[in-house]
């Protein structure tokens, strides 16, 4: 099976099959999977919000998401067959003294919530904050996800 390491800013869809890995910490990665097709994708993201300034890049939610979903309808996936799992966000601060605007990690998540109820497209597992980081192997045949968790703390990487 082909491998597919995805940086923070990037995504891919595999319509043959692949291992797509990353590594995250408050970013978050949303894995998308249609069972009739076959086919996965996934995004990885730094930010929640693109600011209109500059290039819209997948670095930001609201662009990388419907970035994929398109992706994926663009190789032959219907939208009523996608499923998604969403992991990362983890924060490197003790969050009871967090301002919750500081919270990238819980911002990230919340926006891939948000994009897919508008997309129709059901989460059906999320593995979302603390304080490790998170490795992730999706197997693009099945739509099953590896997780482990880093040794070290956000903070401490």
């Known amino acids: 099976m082909d491998k597919k390491f995805i940086h923070s800013g990037q995504l891919h869809v595999a319509a043959r099959p692949t291992y797509i890995h990353t590594v995250l910490g408050s970013c978050v990665a949303v894995c998308l999977y249609d069972s009739k097709s076959g086919i996965s994708g996934m995004n990885h993201y730094?930010?929640?919000?693109?600011?209109?300034?500059?290039?819209?890049?997948?670095?930001y939610g609201n662009i990388a998401i419907p970035k994929l979903i398109d992706a994926m309808e663009a190789v032959g996936c219907e939208r009523r067959n996608i499923i998604a799992k969403?992991?990362?966000?983890?924060?490197?601060?003790?969050?009871?003294?967090?301002?919750?605007?500081?919270?990238?990690?819980?911002r990230n998540f919340q926006i891939a919530v948000d994009i897919l109820a508008q997309y129709n497209i059901k989460m059906v597992a999320n593995d979302i904050g603390g304080i490790r980081g998170r490795k992730i192997v999706m197997d693009s045949v099945s739509g099953k996800i590896q997780l482990t968790y880093t040794q070290k703390t956000t903070l401490e990487q």
């Open 86 to 106: 969403v992991f990362g966000g983890a924060s490197p601060n003790d969050m009871r003294h967090t301002n919750e605007n500081m919270m990238i990690g819980k």
């Open 46 to 59: 730094l930010l929640p919000l693109w600011n209109n300034d500059g290039l819209q890049s997948p670095k």
